[in-house]
């Protein structure tokens, strides 16, 4: 049931009421007001919002502030400016002026039905950013076509108020951005289907509770490619196959309508560790087919929004990849093992007539016209043999040198209490003192968090609760990972106060490199002394080096400090490095089996 229509209905009744009572003049007035302030909204939505972003903690309780930064950065700055521009009105024209009952309870009610068209329209299309469930209130803007035989999976409008204030405050703005209140970067053109595109980034699993936005610098669009002629006029049936399916695949565009002519664009994105979700469903990046779109341009300047079609990424089998479609309903791209960086790549349809403009990756905005030129791939088939093996994504690598001078050469057979594969918690202590600091799931295994405890009172075999079922014992991976704890604590030949990591910087990232060059960063630590336990284990968020650790003295006999790396499971470890520094090559390399 769209409840979201009952509200709106008695919001705009609401509005127009209490503004038709007051006469046509002020109603005016305030439309006008209202009019002004959204545009001032719009215009500082987008900066704003990322700049909302960039200041949300990656954990603790403002950590929401990320998922509700467009809704905020819109909703908030209309309600300021209404308020400013109402005072300012007040002052100016102080008096009202007097027409015909009629016509005051005409023209009022009029201007107040658009006040409240408007007003709503921006509360609806802010509320529609934020992070809510997907069926929130009832209304779905977009959704999953469900029709095989024209295309399942593609996203289209679906549903519309009774009242459809957010199209018609949509439209509105648009129109001025290119008429009245036109600049050379209209709303128009960068935001086509404005009531669509923030509820699109909602589309995530678990109904709508992954993350909805990323910071700017949590990604990079790479490179690009395209299928078929650049021109738009190869068949979509052609394109659309591929070596893996048997079935061609079906699509329609945002409107429900076929394309029948066109090419496919795709493009490479390297996500950094801090695009990954958080909490408990934290350590992998996952993506739906709304995260992702492309806006593409005709000749006369008219734009519109299109959606991936597939994703390119590694599969379950360590460095094999393959091609997946959204051709259903929930298809999320999920990624696997612990790589720090994650690679994928999106595909669209580019209808003919029309070129890519901009690409927009949880709302973030990329302009191409700064990437390098496309590569040409002239049919599907040519395309689907990189795919395989990855070379689509990974173009050309450029070897990583370390500096070597100082790496020490060690066994991890030797002594393996320096560097091991373990899942198992430092130290044992009840779940209640447990969720002091860490998240924990339903089989009580650590998922997220960071957390301090006595040494005497809280953690160890002592205080710990006898039953497993009331103490924690492991942490939290998901599907193709595996924990390394790396010791790094003083007396460790390759830690932090050793002569190979002397003349490290403290800023830069602590990896483990595994023997085909993947890097997995630090996403935690444990660390213990006489009197406190430490621990981090944050998937969604790597230590941003040494200065994320706590202190280490050469004076002190009583520390030890471990640090905590999630890699992709059944690889081999062969370093261990602090920026560009090689501070220990392991021989031989480290199996991650525990």
Same mark, same amino acid.
């Given at each position: 049931?769209?409840?979201?229509?009952?509200?709106?209905?008695?919001?705009?009744?609401?509005?127009?009421?209490?503004?038709?009572?007051?006469?046509?003049?002020?109603?005016?007035?305030?439309?006008?007001?209202?009019?002004?302030?959204?545009?001032?909204?719009?215009?500082?939505?987008?900066?704003?919002?990322?700049?909302?972003?960039?200041?949300?903690?990656?954990?603790?309780?403002?950590?929401?502030?990320?998922?509700?930064?467009?809704?905020?950065?819109?909703?908030?700055?209309?309600?300021?400016?209404?308020?400013?521009?109402?005072?300012?009105?007040?002052?100016?024209?102080?008096?009202?002026?007097?027409?015909?009952?009629?016509?005051?309870?005409?023209?009022?009610?009029?201007?107040?039905?658009?006040?409240?068209?408007?007003?709503?329209?921006?509360?609806?299309?802010?509320?529609?950013?934020?992070?809510?469930?997907?069926?929130?209130?009832?209304?779905?803007?977009?959704?999953?076509?469900?029709?095989?035989?024209?295309?399942?999976?593609?996203?289209?409008?679906?549903?519309?108020?009774?009242?459809?204030?957010?199209?018609?405050?949509?439209?509105?703005?648009?129109?001025?951005?290119?008429?009245?209140?036109?600049?050379?970067?209209?709303?128009?053109?960068?935001?086509?289907?404005?009531?669509?595109?923030?509820?699109?980034?909602?589309?995530?699993?678990?109904?709508?509770?992954?993350?909805?936005?990323?910071?700017?610098?949590?990604?990079?669009?790479?490179?690009?490619?395209?299928?078929?002629?650049?021109?738009?006029?190869?068949?979509?049936?052609?394109?659309?196959?591929?070596?893996?399916?048997?079935?061609?695949?079906?699509?329609?565009?945002?409107?429900?309508?076929?394309?029948?002519?066109?090419?496919?664009?795709?493009?490479?994105?390297?996500?950094?560790?801090?695009?990954?979700?958080?909490?408990?469903?934290?350590?992998?990046?996952?993506?739906?087919?709304?995260?992702?779109?492309?806006?593409?341009?005709?000749?006369?300047?008219?734009?519109?929004?299109?959606?991936?079609?597939?994703?390119?990424?590694?599969?379950?089998?360590?460095?094999?990849?393959?091609?997946?479609?959204?051709?259903?309903?929930?298809?999320?791209?999920?990624?696997?093992?612990?790589?720090?960086?994650?690679?994928?790549?999106?595909?669209?349809?580019?209808?003919?007539?029309?070129?890519?403009?901009?690409?927009?990756?949880?709302?973030?905005?990329?302009?191409?016209?700064?990437?390098?030129?496309?590569?040409?791939?002239?049919?599907?088939?040519?395309?689907?043999?990189?795919?395989?093996?990855?070379?689509?994504? %990974?173009? +050309?690598?450029?070897? $990583?040198?370390?500096? /070597? =001078? &100082?790496?020490?050469?060690?066994?991890?057979?030797?002594?393996? #209490?320096?560097?091991?594969?373990?899942?198992?918690?430092?130290?044992?202590?009840?779940?209640?003192?447990?969720?002091?600091?860490?998240?924990?799931?339903?089989?009580?295994?650590?998922?997220?968090?960071?957390?301090?405890?006595?040494? %005497?009172? +809280?953690?160890?075999? $002592?205080?710990?609760? /006898? =039953? &497993?079922?009331?103490?924690?014992?492991?942490?939290?991976?998901? #599907?193709?990972?595996?924990?390394?704890?790396?010791?790094?604590?003083?007396?460790?030949?390759?830690?932090?106060?050793?002569?190979?990591?002397?003349?490290?910087?403290?800023?830069?990232?602590?990896?483990?490199?595994?023997?085909?060059?993947?890097?997995?960063?630090?996403?935690?630590?444990?660390?213990?002394?006489?009197?406190?336990?430490?621990?981090?284990?944050?998937?969604?968020?790597?230590?941003?080096?040494?200065?994320?650790?706590?202190?280490?003295?050469?004076?002190?006999?009583?520390?030890?400090?471990?640090?905590?790396?999630?890699?992709?499971?059944?690889?081999?470890?062969?370093?261990?490095?602090?920026?560009?520094?090689?501070?220990?090559?392991?021989?031989?390399?480290?199996?991650?089996?525990?």
């Amino acid at each position: 049931m769209n409840i979201l229509n009952f509200i709106v209905i008695i919001f705009v009744l609401g509005i127009g009421y209490a503004w038709m009572v007051r006469g046509m003049f002020n109603s005016m007035l305030h439309l006008l007001c209202v009019i002004g302030a959204g545009a001032i909204a719009f215009a500082f939505w987008e900066p704003l919002a990322i700049m909302l972003i960039n200041a949300s903690p990656k954990r603790g309780f403002f950590s929401f502030l990320e998922g509700i930064a467009y809704g905020v950065a819109l909703i908030v700055p209309f309600v300021l400016a209404l308020l400013l521009f109402r005072y300012l009105s007040d002052k100016l024209v102080p008096g009202n002026i007097r027409n015909m009952v009629v016509i005051d309870y005409a023209g009022g009610g009029i201007c107040g039905l658009a006040t409240g068209v408007i007003t709503a329209g921006i509360l609806v299309i802010g509320l529609g950013t934020m992070r809510l469930p997907t069926k929130f209130l009832g209304y779905q803007p977009l959704w999953y076509s469900a029709d095989r035989a024209i295309g399942a999976g593609s996203l289209v409008r679906s549903d519309t108020l009774w009242i459809p204030v957010d199209s018609l405050t949509a439209q509105l703005y648009e129109h001025l951005s290119i008429g009245v209140m036109s600049t050379s970067e209209p709303l128009a053109k960068w935001y086509p289907e404005l009531e669509l595109v923030g509820f699109s980034t909602r589309i995530s699993q678990g109904d709508g509770s992954g993350r909805n936005a990323i910071r700017p610098d949590d990604f990079k669009v790479k490179s690009s490619y395209i299928v078929g002629n650049p021109a738009g006029t190869d068949s979509l049936t052609d394109l659309l196959k591929d070596s893996t399916n048997s079935e061609t695949q079906k699509y329609i565009d945002i409107n429900s309508e076929p394309v029948t002519k066109g090419y496919l664009a795709g493009y490479v994105i390297d996500f950094e560790p801090g695009a990954k979700e958080r909490g408990k469903k934290g350590g992998q990046l996952v993506i739906s087919n709304g995260q992702i779109r492309l806006l593409v341009g005709d000749d006369d300047g008219n734009t519109r929004s299109v959606f991936p079609i597939a994703t390119i990424s590694e599969s379950a089998s360590p460095n094999e990849y393959g091609r997946w479609r959204f051709d259903a309903k929930d298809v999320f791209i999920t990624s696997v093992g612990g790589k720090s960086k994650v690679q994928m790549a999106f595909e669209f349809v580019v209808p003919q007539g029309y070129i890519p403009v901009a690409l927009f990756v949880k709302n973030n905005r990329v302009n191409l016209d700064t990437l390098p030129k496309a590569i040409n791939y002239a049919s599907p088939s040519q395309r689907d043999r990189l795919v395989r093996t990855g070379s689509i994504l %990974k173009g +050309e690598t450029v070897t $990583r040198k370390f500096d /070597t =001078s &100082k790496t020490v050469t060690y066994d991890p057979k030797t002594t393996p #209490r320096m560097v091991r594969p373990s899942t198992k918690v430092g130290e044992l202590m009840s779940t209640q003192a447990a969720k002091r600091g860490f998240t924990l799931n339903e089989a009580n295994h650590v998922v997220d968090g960071e957390g301090t405890y006595d040494v %005497k009172t +809280e953690v160890g075999r $002592r205080n710990a609760p /006898t =039953s &497993k079922k009331l103490r924690i014992e492991q942490y939290a991976l998901g #599907r193709g990972q595996a924990l390394i704890r790396v010791n790094v604590g003083p007396e460790s030949p390759f830690g932090f106060l050793s002569e190979a990591a002397r003349d490290a910087e403290l800023d830069v990232p602590l990896l483990l490199i595994d023997n085909k060059g993947n890097e997995y960063e630090a996403i935690g630590y444990e660390y213990k002394d006489s009197k406190i336990y430490t621990a981090r284990f944050t998937r969604g968020a790597t230590l941003t080096g040494i200065q994320d650790t706590p202190d280490l003295s050469r004076s002190r006999d009583d520390q030890k400090l471990s640090l905590l790396f999630v890699v992709t499971d059944r690889v081999q470890i062969s370093q261990f490095v602090i920026g560009d520094i090689a501070i220990v090559r392991f021989v031989p390399p480290l199996e991650t089996r525990d």
